[in-house]
């Protein structure tokens, strides 16, 4: 007899606007998911085996149930699968369903030849493809009409393991597409977990301050992304971001109505089909990012950054990517010819264009029998 296996795609993202500000409850953001991948395929084992062969591992086992687990190789890098397949578990356990025995296979195309990232929510990817491949494996769930069940669980185990996070890159990989993003309250979900509250409960429960909602860019609008070929350090900055909010609260609240203003001018300019408009809201949060940067010594807009960002508003305009001190950049430009000259002044300051576009689709999902 034929066993299937699952195929599942899941998008990266990108931060267009409201970066650090999305932390707070009901604080909104534009993400946006795009067409690079994290691949994972699952099918029946006589034992449970990961396998992350571009991280050096093709064969991991483990033993033990939950978080107590024993695996065959200790490595920081499997902390997130290993969150999502406890999560996972946890809630296939309170809905009274056996999860059976399985092999997962995880493979990226977020990072570059070398293994440096992008900057592209790579690990919030990984998280949604575990979570997605195994509800599917022991459910065959139908992934549009569970998709807040795989958003709410992939939450629960990217934010357990990683301690922070607003959600917005899994929004993106799970949804698809462009998304107005407004922030969960982390208070609440961080007393939920200490509480220990089922996962059956958390994901039937309405979170406070969560919205998630689909919106389209003006037509005219061509997105454009450029490397600066640096990484960042995602937990680093956000701690920097922490203290300015627990030594200056007035400078932080500035920051964060300063970022609330322009996310909503630019989710207004969505609506009414204003590139224009767009252009200055985005101009709008990049100065807020850069006032944030000053109260807080983070260098969120690094020197290439700033180089990028420059360039980008000679043709429309432009700023950093989320956390900011190094990845990616983005800039809203109009025409091709204008695409064209952004990408060449971008490459003579050796600054990389991403061949990127968007994808409209969160999670894909194929079956294959063998």
Do not use: M, P, T
């Given at each position: 007899m034929k066993c299937p296996i699952y195929h599942i795609k899941v998008p990266g993202k990108l931060m267009i606007a409201g970066e650090y500000a999305v932390l707070e409850s009901g604080q909104p953001a534009i993400v946006v998911a795009v067409d690079r991948f994290i691949n994972v395929t699952i099918k029946a084992s006589h034992e449970n085996i990961l396998s992350l062969p571009q991280l050096g591992h093709d064969k991991v086992t483990w033993t033990g149930q939950g978080l107590y687990k024993q695996y065959s190789i200790s490595d920081g890098r499997l902390q997130f699968v290993q969150q999502a397949i406890a999560f996972v578990e946890s809630y296939l356990e309170g809905k009274s369903i056996e999860s059976k025995p399985f092999h997962l296979t995880v493979l990226s195309e977020l990072n570059d030849s070398s293994g440096r990232k992008y900057g592209l929510g790579s690990s919030a990817a990984i998280v949604v493809g575990v979570v997605t491949a195994m509800l599917k494996f022991n459910t065959e769930i139908q992934i549009q009409s569970s998709s807040?069940?795989?958003?709410?669980?992939?939450?629960?185990?990217?934010?357990s393991t990683q301690g922070s996070g607003s959600g917005a890159d899994i929004a993106a990989a799970v949804y698809g597409g462009w998304i107005q993003y407004n922030g969960l309250d982390r208070d609440w979900l961080i007393d939920q977990l200490n509480q220990q509250i089922s996962v059956l409960h958390l994901v039937d429960v309405n979170w406070p301050g969560l919205r998630v909602q689909k919106i389209s860019p003006p037509r005219e609008l061509q997105l454009c992304v450029g490397w600066t070929t640096s990484e960042a350090s995602t937990v680093k900055m956000i701690d920097k971001v922490h203290e300015i909010k627990k030594n200056d609260l007035l400078k932080y609240q500035y920051f964060i109505k300063e970022s609330n203003t322009s996310v909503t001018k630019l989710v207004e300019s969505f609506r009414n089909n204003d590139y224009?408009?767009?252009?200055?809201?985005?101009?709008?949060?990049?100065?807020?990012?850069?006032?944030?940067s000053h109260y807080t010594n983070a260098s969120i807009e690094t020197k290439a950054l700033t180089e990028l960002a420059t360039i980008a508003e000679k043709y429309g305009g432009g700023k950093s990517s989320?956390?900011?001190?190094?990845?990616?950049?983005?800039?809203?430009?109009?025409?091709?010819?204008?695409v064209k000259k952004l990408k060449n002044d971008w490459q003579t300051a050796n600054i990389v264009p991403l061949d990127i576009s968007i994808s409209l689709n969160g999670i894909t999902v194929k079956r294959e029998y063998k």
């Open positions: 807040d069940l795989i958003f709410k669980l992939s939450v629960l185990a990217h934010f224009d408009e767009a252009i200055i809201g985005l101009y709008q949060n990049r100065q807020a990012l850069l006032q944030l989320g956390a900011g001190g190094g990845d990616c950049g983005i800039a809203f430009v109009k025409g091709e010819d204008k």
